[in-house]
């Protein structure tokens, strides 16, 4: 057993009869879909919101029942991955085009866990790419824009030299950071260009990690009441 899917196998422990549960995105999140559809046909009864394309069809596949985010009036709590995680509990996420969905989805949650194996817990963020999701009208002008400010963006590109394109229609753009030194701070600034729709920056939005190890050992990091 790997690192995620030690994480992504012990989040099921907090899921109980009834619950409305958003459904992140991802490799990790992958496992805790399987160990929820196990669940699911054994009878438990629990509403799936999904945060992508990609997830619901792997839902839909393994039978898990659906709603979307418009239908529900609260979710009780959201398991995602994420791809990089600092011990103040902000992330990175977004490293498979997610992050508009998964942002939307987190913040109708009352509780959110993040499921990662232990490579992704970093003193600072930073080292991996933060995508920004921005509208294709015009994105060369939000490139020149974050060039400007030294950071260093690079278009997605699918395997075929395309533009990567999101659940939402959108471009993202991966900023080469290295080193985030104010994550809150650089939040704010992103949250004010013009063109960019959502960042992959997550800031105090989870209550809780889990942290998948080689060995197959479950860490937890929490949230300081
Ligand atoms: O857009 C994708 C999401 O934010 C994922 O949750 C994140 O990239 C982690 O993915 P994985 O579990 O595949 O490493």
Do not use: C
Not at 93 to 108: D, M, Q, R, S, T
Not at 191 to 200: A, N, R
């Amino acid at each position: 057993m790997d690192g995620k899917e030690a994480a992504g196998r012990k989040a099921i422990d907090e899921i109980h009869e009834g619950m409305t549960v958003g459904l992140g995105t991802g490799s990790t999140v992958y496992y805790f879909l399987e160990a929820l559809a196990e669940k699911v046909s054994a009878g438990l009864s629990i509403t799936g919101v999904t945060t992508s394309q990609r997830t619901a069809e792997l839902a839909g596949k393994w039978h898990i029942p659906l709603q979307s985010l418009n239908n529900v009036e609260r979710i009780d709590l959201t398991i995602d991955g994420a791809d990089e995680v600092d011990p103040s509990l902000n992330g990175i996420k977004g490293g498979g085009g997610a992050l508009l969905y998964e942002k939307l989805v987190a913040k109708a949650s009352e509780k959110r866990i993040w499921i990662v194996d232990s490579k992704k817990v970093v003193k600072k963020l930073g080292a991996f790419p933060l995508p920004i999701e921005v509208v294709p009208f015009g994105w060369k002008q939000v490139e020149a824009f974050m060039t400007e400010k030294g950071y260093r963006p690079r278009l997605r590109q699918t395997p075929g030299g395309q533009p990567f394109v999101t659940d939402a229609h959108h471009y993202i753009l991966d900023l080469h950071l290295d080193f985030i030194g104010n994550p809150k701070a650089l939040a704010d600034e992103l949250d004010h260009v013009t063109g960019i729709v959502e960042h992959g920056l997550f800031v105090s939005m989870t209550d809780k990690v889990l942290i998948g190890y080689s060995d197959g050992h479950v860490g937890t990091l929490a949230k300081e009441k």
